[in-house]
């Protein structure tokens, strides 16, 4: 039992590059959540989904997209990437009340 | 949006004392979370609230849910070194229909000295 993985653990990107955050649970969980986390700030919620094949907009969705297709796997998608989101990427499932998180993604982009 | 502030941003302290911090909001939450991140890590839960009212104890760790259902404090009693770490408060509304994300407070980051 893994919990909630992220792929990858950092990622260095050149501005308008796009690339694909994975997150993975195991633990069967319908809600799973995609936050970004920035110097100095709490986590902030980008998108969700409530169950397998649908999402939702969080926060802060602009510049992101998402896609559950798998009820275990919960995909970010930066299509044209920009500076401003250099960010540390958690993803979260839920279970009750509780989130669970990963472990996190560093991105960078130059 | 919901706003919490969280205080102190920042506390240096001495192994052994107690530490206290605590999360206001505008918004009223169902259920308040007190969470832990350490560096490289996601952050971890230490304590839920239900219930407006409620404490809860985990072991040197105590938390309660404001009356007004808009605010929280977490009490560490003896701190060790191992408390070291950024924590953070959370709320969160369980609509039952929507997302049901938590609103974070900007951490407070927590030094200790030996």
């Known amino acids: 039992n893994a919990g909630v993985t992220q792929t990858p653990k950092f990622r260095v990107l050149k501005t308008g590059q796009s690339m694909t955050l994975l997150c993975a649970q195991d633990m069967n969980h319908e809600y799973m959540y995609w936050y970004r986390q920035d110097p100095g700030m709490g986590l902030r919620l980008i998108h969700y989904?409530?169950?397998?094949?649908?999402?939702a907009k969080g926060e802060v969705p602009d510049g992101y997209n998402v896609s559950r297709l798998k009820k275990q796997n919960f995909l970010l998608g930066l299509e044209s990437a920009a500076p401003s989101q250099t960010s540390v990427y958690f993803c979260?499932?839920?279970?009750?009340?509780?989130?669970?998180f990963g472990p996190g993604t560093r991105l960078t982009v130059l | 949006g919901q706003q919490l502030n969280q205080s102190p941003q920042s506390m240096f302290i001495q192994e052994g004392e107690d530490v206290s911090m605590n999360c206001t909001s505008s918004?009223?939450?169902?259920?308040w979370l007190w969470y832990k991140q350490e560096p490289g890590e996601g952050p971890v839960l230490l304590i839920a609230?239900?219930?407006?009212?409620e404490l809860t104890s985990n072991g040197r760790l105590t938390a309660q849910f404001g009356i007004t259902r808009k605010d929280s404090f977490l009490n560490i009693s003896a701190s060790i070194p191992s408390d070291v770490g950024i924590y953070f408060c959370?709320?969160?509304?369980?609509?039952?229909?929507?997302?049901?994300?938590?609103?974070f407070g900007k951490g407070t980051h927590l030094i200790i000295q030996p």
């Open positions: 979260a499932s839920r279970a009750g009340t509780t989130q669970y």
């Open positions: 989904s409530v169950g397998e094949g649908t999402t």
């Open positions: 609230l239900y219930k407006a009212g």
């Open positions: 959370a709320g969160q509304i369980l609509s039952g229909g929507g997302a049901d994300g938590l609103t």
């Open positions: 918004s009223i939450f169902n259920t």
